[in-house]
């Protein structure tokens, strides 16, 4: 993975010089296409065994009782997961653009993400600004981000999440705050959470936080994030109008 400064100095190269400009993006397209057709090659038959063991599971109940088995399931189940989740992250840059009521998504997260709550001892509340009209964006990408936030701050421990929403005073752009009063952040790991592959859990691919921050920068737009270790986190998505 490149560092934020060899992009840095990539994109200063690609502004001063035209010809490494041309080649270093026919070089980013010919990574990111070679990436699609791995994941895909390599999902094509972990489908095909997945199926065939659920229909074994089906057939046979019994192998439930073998020692292995469960551990298998997971293990495979993860490796489908992280396969979409590489496939996202690698066509996280590319948008389908049209004009959406940002509010109702932001109702629509909040009301998915309570139903998933459902006997969980966590509280959620969300506040939305209803000044939040249309916006011009990739809905199901931006879906995707407001997920990845809720869930990792369910996943920090929390016992109360907020999902806050305004459009600001000066009209530049929405923002879209998620906090949490789970275990917070790490100074140190600050920097890194944004970087693919980061996790500190167990069943985490490390892919959230890299493909959200992808998905935002590709609308012009921020993800920030403040936390105290212990007393929880707040991420922020800013969405220039
Ligand atoms: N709300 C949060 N509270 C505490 N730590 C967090 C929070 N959000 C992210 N992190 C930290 O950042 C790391 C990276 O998050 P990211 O969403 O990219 O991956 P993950 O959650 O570990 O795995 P995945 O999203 O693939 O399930 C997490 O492992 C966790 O250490
Ligand atoms: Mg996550």
């Given amino acids: 993975m490149l560092s934020h400064i060899d992009i840095c100095r990539m994109n200063r190269l690609m502004e001063h010089n035209p010809e490494a400009k041309n080649i270093i993006e026919q070089l980013l397209q010919n990574h990111q296409t070679i990436v699609s057709l791995i994941s895909h090659e390599i999902r094509n038959p972990l489908t095909l065994i997945s199926s065939s063991l659920q229909l074994m599971e089906q057939t046979h109940p019994e192998v439930r009782d073998f020692s292995n ?5 997971q293990d495979l189940n993860f490796l489908c997961q992280l396969l979409s989740e590489l496939s996202a992250y690698n066509n996280g840059s590319t ?33 939305i600004d209803p000044a ?10 931006l879906r995707e981000v407001l997920l990845n936030l809720l869930k990792n701050a369910r996943e920090s421990q929390a016992d109360e999440i907020v999902l806050s929403a305004s459009s600001g005073c000066d009209t530049s752009g929405i923002q879209i705050s998620i906090r949490d009063n789970g275990c917070g952040i ?15 859990k167990q069943e985490g691919t490390g892919l959230g936080l890299s493909l959200s921050k992808r ?27």
Avoid at 96 to 124: D, G, P
Avoid at 186 to 199: G, M, R, V, W, Y
Avoid at 215 to 241: D, M, W, Y
């Fill in 69 to 73: 088995w469960d551990q298998t399931m």
């Fill in 95 to 127: 948008l389908r653009y049209q004009v959406f009521s940002l509010q109702k998504l932001l109702r629509s997260v909040a009301v998915s993400f309570a139903i998933s709550l459902e006997n969980a001892s966590v509280s959620f509340r969300s506040s």
């Fill in 132 to 141: 939040i009209k249309d916006y011009a964006g990739d809905q199901i990408k």
């Fill in 186 to 200: 790490e100074q140190d790991q600050l920097d890194q959470i944004f970087q693919a592959f980061h996790t500190t």
């Fill in 215 to 241: 998905i935002i920068e590709a609308h012009h737009g921020t993800l920030t994030v403040t936390s105290a270790p212990g007393k929880g986190s707040t991420f922020t998505v800013f969405l220039p109008l």
